[in-house]
């Protein structure tokens, strides 16, 4: 399976909307993303204008946004950046307007690459297929959005749309979804099941889209598609969403510092003896690291794993009174044991 990927990131376009940042900022963050995987940043024209006005030149991987518009077409490009992302709505499927069109003719006298985003549904009757396989040769259009914006569709369906979509249309496809019913990222590996290598998404799933770091770490050990993953994307992705105010959960997936806690004694057990069982991959693939909590569910085997990673060494006999006290402490403290406790009541079941 070809693993050539682009993640067109909505994080950036995100953080320079909703806030505002310096020069610096703004690099640090751009850079820490495309760290991540293969980025293609989409801004708004406005956006867009502010960074260049405030120096920041390269426009490599930065598509510009736009309204159907030669006007802005041509200003992009003047601008230096050769990527355009021009928005129409569903209707103007059947009839391309004259604004739309005018947009389109520039940006191909320009020899722009051209994504064309359709809004306002993703079902498409086979008439508008036509008429969109025309557009697409007529304007030498790069790639088509295909937009669920709403959220109205499955994973399954996702994919079987998509495949058709794909079948139907002579460019490469794009898939852009949101997050209305929680099933966005499984509509992103949908969507790259079906074939589509480019996707929107954005950084701990900012502003609805889906997470990157799913859909990157879904694609590689779900899809198994060959795909790099940096070993400190928990601490890039934290990075990332501290400069846009917000924190990550600890149980927040692929990313949260609590996702590879186990207090159970059959996990404990488990994960000692086989941790896939329990962890589809290594704590320190994303730079996290195993965390054994001692509580209320804890088992013999939690207790001699714990005290093993502090080289403590007890007898068995005295695992099992340690256990009760664990248990009972746990129970009465509302909450798991900590370090500190464990060692008093290892002292004093040995005692």
Wanted: aromatic share 6%.
């Amino acid at each position: 399976m070809k693993a050539d990927f682009t993640f067109i990131d909505q994080t950036l376009g995100y953080a320079l909307e909703k806030q505002s940042m310096d020069t610096s900022e703004f690099l640090d963050i751009k850079r820490k993303i495309a760290a991540i995987s293969h980025i293609l940043f989409d801004l708004s024209l406005k956006s867009f204008l502010t960074v260049l006005y405030d120096g920041v030149a390269d426009a490599t991987d930065i598509r510009v946004c736009i309204q159907p518009d030669a006007g802005q077409v041509e200003q992009v490009h003047q601008l230096g950046c050769d990527h355009i992302k021009i928005t129409i709505t569903h209707d103007a499927v059947k009839k391309m307007p004259v604004p739309a069109a005018a947009a389109l003719r520039q940006a191909q006298a320009r020899e722009m690459t051209v994504a064309l985003h359709i809004t306002g549904g993703c079902q498409y009757s086979a008439f508008e297929l036509r008429r969109l396989d025309r557009t697409v040769k007529k304007y030498d259009i790069h790639s088509i959005v295909f937009d669920d914006e709403r959220g109205e569709l499955d994973p399954i369906t996702t994919y079987q749309n998509l495949l058709e979509f794909q079948q139907a249309i002579p460019c490469l496809v794009e898939y852009y979804g949101k997050n209305r019913l929680g099933l966005v990222t499984g509509n992103a590996l949908g969507a790259i099941q079906s074939g589509v290598r480019c996707l929107a998404v954005s950084v701990g799933g900012v502003s609805g889209y889906p997470a990157l770091e799913e859909v990157l770490m879904g694609a590689l050990y779900l899809l198994k598609f060959p795909l790099a993953v940096p070993n400190n994307l928990a601490a890039c992705c934290e990075e990332i969403l501290h400069y846009l105010g917000q924190s990550v959960h600890t149980t927040k997936p692929i990313i949260g510092s609590s996702i590879f806690a186990h207090e159970s004694g059959i996990h404990v057990d488990g994960v000692n003896k086989k941790s896939d069982l329990y962890e589809p991959f290594t704590p320190e693939t994303v730079g996290l690291s195993r965390k054994i909590i001692i509580g209320k569910h804890s088992g013999k085997a939690s207790i001699e794993f714990k005290l093993k990673e502090m080289n403590i060494f007890i007898h068995p006999v005295v695992v099992q009174t340690v256990l009760e006290k664990v248990r009972s402490l746990a129970i009465g403290q509302k909450a798991p044991v900590s370090d500190v406790q464990l060692l008093e009541l290892v002292h004093e079941a040995a005692s």
